[in-house]
T-cell receptor, first 114, second 111 residues
């Protein structure tokens, strides 16, 4: 069974640009969560999508948005990039027959904003 | 949803020694999970302990849960260089709750 796939793995943008990151969950998983990880703030929850609907939301400005498609793949978008958006963005899928909520993470997309 | 607080923030031990890290949380839980993150990589699920369990083992890992003290501990026995990583706990409520992570414990295994 393929794991969670995130693309691109690395990208460099300049301030003011926008970026779109993609996440393909494990087959059969309907929940995708996104996290931002920085040295200063640690691992912060952005949002979670389940069956194409945002189910949970963290405390990030509206520049951060996401969506989920009918095949459960998810994208997150950051508009008007700021230097502080430089981070490792992780997505994680959850699902299957367990009732424990275990998360399966991708390897992340490392964004550098210049 | 609630965030666990890991302690210590950082830990350095010699290879072969045991490593213990702790997690505290504030409100009642259904389960508690532990994750490992190697530098710059995604998190990997290690073990889950349910609220009605007191101890659980998985290979060299031993997790305890004390719901009366709202705390959990993760013990890694006979540590190896490959155990160098950050470790996070995640107190869990309902299955559909978001999972929030704390700062983690950075474990460094010295050769």
């Amino acid at each position: 069974k393929a794991g969670v796939t995130q693309t691109p793995r690395y990208l460099i943008k300049t301030r003011g640009q926008q970026v779109t990151l993609s996440c393909s969950p494990i087959s059969g998983h309907r929940s995708v969560s996104w996290y931002q990880q920085t040295p200063g703030q640690g691992l912060q929850f952005l949002f979670e999508y389940f069956s194409e609907t945002q189910r949970n939301k963290g405390n990030f400005p509206g520049r951060f948005s996401g969506r989920q498609f009918s095949n459960s793949r998810s994208e997150m978008n950051v508009s008007t990039l700021e230097l502080g958006d430089s981070a490792l963005y992780l997505c994680a899928s959850k699902g299957g027959n367990t009732n424990t909520g275990e998360l399966f993470f991708g390897e992340g997309s490392r964004l550098t904003v210049l | 949803s609630q965030q666990g607080e890991e302690d210590p923030q950082a830990l350095s031990i010699q290879e072969g020694e045991n490593a213990t890290m702790n997690c505290s949380y504030k409100t009642s839980i259904n389960n508690l999970q532990w994750y490992r993150q190697n530098s710059g990589r995604g998190l990997v699920h290690l073990i889950l302990i349910r609220s009605n369990e007191r101890e659980k083992h998985s290979g060299r890992l031993r997790v305890t849960l004390d719901t009366s003290k709202k705390s959990s501990s993760l013990l890694i026995t006979a540590s190896r260089a490959a155990d160098t990583a950050s470790y996070f706990c995640a107190p869990g409520g309902n299955r559909d709750d978001k999972i929030i992570f704390g700062k983690g414990t950075r474990l460094h295994i010295l050769p």
